[in-house]
């Protein structure tokens, strides 16, 4: 297929042929324009070699042009226009014919190339964009799915740091009152625990077994209800521990299923990515 520079060479060749031959002189300043009105003036452009009018060969000369490929066509444009811009020199007859054959494989051949090429490769970016459109979709789908589980597992992870706070908590409070219990038995005072000599209903039996009386009425009163708080927040911390325990085993399923989401979105996307651009490359 012929080049960009070959094709507007091509064009300015064309011009010329409708034209007719404008002399180099005629104008002004950069006259690259108006020389290359008067291209294929002269039988010979580089190493290719062309009947004058009249010449039995004229119609071998077009047919060769016509078998030419197009690259061959193209750099026998390039040379036609250097030699023209050149020599300055008007058209003849054969070149006129071969600029009319090169006029009419650029229509019916080159321009319906381009085109058909433009439109494959339309269509196939075409396909690629709707690929990558997909791979989008699925990103934004699965990218609300992971949204949704790491809200889920961000709130059973504050529950679970709550319900661990609360278990501290519930443990402090169990230390003090085995630390108050400790403390309380050590400090407690029995009276004496010398019986009378004389073991008998006299006024020191009775003052004995009144001090002993009220001594443990009080330590009884005193040590039941301490054990009674001690059991309390004994039961309270063991509950509180069983169920921390359940929503950490809950936050960790949610986290590596939120986390697991995560990864194969990403490679998911990457591998929607990578097969979109393996079939366009493979299409091209």
């Known amino acids: 297929m012929m080049s960009p520079g070959s094709i507007m060479c091509l064009m300015l060749l064309l011009a010329t042929s409708a034209a007719g031959a404008v002399q180099p002189d005629s104008c002004e300043g950069d006259c690259k324009g108006a020389r290359a009105q008067v291209l294929l003036q002269t039988g010979s452009v580089g190493r290719e070699r062309f009947s004058a009018r009249g010449s039995g060969e004229e119609l071998k000369d077009v047919q060769r042009v016509a078998s030419m490929s197009l690259s061959e066509q193209s750099s026998l444009v390039e040379a036609l226009v250097t030699e023209v811009l050149t020599t300055g020199q008007p ?5 006129n014919e071969i600029i009319e054959r090169l006029n009419e494989s650029f229509v019916t051949e080159t321009l319906p190339g381009l085109q058909k090429r433009h439109d494959s490769d339309q269509e196939l ?3 690629h964009a709707a690929g990558i459109a997909h791979c989008d979709v699925d990103l934004e789908t699965n990218s609300q799915r992971v949204s949704t589980l790491n809200s889920d597992q961000s709130s059973t992870e504050s529950a679970h740091t709550e319900c661990l706070a609360q278990e501290g908590s519930l443990q402090s ?3 003090q009152l085995h630390e108050e219990m400790t403390a309380y038995l050590k400090s407690i005072q029995p009276p004496s625990s010398m019986m009378p000599e004389q073991r008998a209903p006299t006024p020191a039996m009775d003052d004995f077994v009144a001090q002993n009386l009220e001594f443990f009425k009080g330590l ?10 001690i059991s309390t927040v004994e039961a309270e911390v063991a509950a509180k521990t069983a169920g921390c325990a359940e929503v950490g085993l809950v ?9 697991t989401e995560v ?3 990403k490679s998911n996307y990457i591998s929607c990515r990578t097969v979109a651009g393996t079939l366009y490359i493979g299409r091209l």
């Open 91 to 95: 058209l003849n007859g054969i070149q």
């Open 125 to 127: 970016l075409n396909v």
């Open 173 to 175: 409070s169990e230390k």
């Open 220 to 229: 009884n009163s005193s040590y039941v209800s301490l054990k009674e708080q």
């Open 251 to 259: 936050f960790d399923n949610k986290f590596c299923l939120w986390k």
């Open 263 to 265: 990864e194969n979105a």
